[in-house]
């Protein structure tokens, strides 16, 4: 795992066990802005296009699911 995909997942898993709803949801983005073609992802922060487009308007619940897809995601493609 590169040292960026390692902070972005230890970024998933702190925002997954912090329950703090008052505090603004950060944006996943790395500034590796390159969509894998295979995936559909995009290889710095591992949001689908629609994800990456609609963030800014995302309610902060909606945002934490996109976080938790990335840890999953991470995860999945680390198992493999």
């Keep these: ?4 995909t390692r902070r972005l997942l230890a970024r998933a898993r702190e ?10 949801v950060p944006s996943p983005c790395v ?17 689908s296009l629609e ?3 609609g963030w ?11 976080w938790a897809r990335i840890e999953a995601r991470v ?3 680390e198992a493999a």
């Design 75 to 77: 995860a999945r493609t």
């Design 56 to 66: 800014s308007r995302l309610p902060d619940a909606d945002k934490r699911a996109i």
């Design 15 to 24: 925002l997954g066990a912090a329950d703090d709803a008052t505090q603004p």
């Design 51 to 53: 994800e990456i487009a």
């Design 31 to 47: 500034s590796v802005c390159r969509m894998d073609a295979a995936s559909g992802l995009c290889e710095g922060c591992w949001r």
């Design 1 to 4: 795992m590169n040292p960026t």
